[in-house]
């Protein structure tokens, strides 16, 4: 199976550390960055994917707001430089110990956080770089290599 994510959700994985929206969003992405933790790839998205489920009944939902998809252009392009290789929607990867820890590296630096402007979670997901992940769920990743 494969978790279908769009692509600023790759860059909040970094630092997710089960704080959310809603308890069923929290739930929902704990079991999925779990999942990622086992190995299992991710396909990625173009507009709502699987973080987003849990909040796609609320009328205030802003997973199809235009400053969303801008997001997740803005962090593809992002992880595609520090990667050096295209990360469109559509294309599958399986997220291996290296390439998580050359995330979480170029994060913290704040060379790959230039989706996160006007996140509302942005001053959370900054401390948790600072303080080295330690509160992450997605802490350790089985080894695996990148799909091109």
């Known amino acids: 199976m494969t978790i279908r994510l769009r692509a600023h959700h790759l860059l909040c994985l ?30 990625l998205e173009r507009g709502p994917d699987e973080v987003c489920a849990p909040m796609l009944g609320d009328p205030a939902c802003h997973c199809h707001d235009d400053s969303v998809a801008r997001r997740d252009r803005r962090a593809a392009r992002d992880i595609a430089a520090l990667l050096g290789r295209p990360v ?18 170029a994060f913290a630096t704040g060379a790959l956080r230039g989706a996160c402007g006007g996140c509302g ?7 948790i770089a600072a303080d080295g992940y330690g509160a992450a769920i997605l802490s350790a990743c089985r080894p695996a290599r990148m799909e091109p």
């Open 14 to 43: 970094l630092t997710y550390a089960g704080k959310g929206y809603s308890p069923a969003f929290t739930a929902g992405f704990t079991a999925i960055a779990r999942r990622i933790a086992n190995g299992e790839s991710i396909t």
């Open 121 to 127: 979670w942005s001053g959370l997901c900054r401390d």
């Open 88 to 105: 469109r929607p559509g294309d599958e990867l399986v997220l291996d110990a290296a390439t998580l820890a050359h995330m979480r590296k």
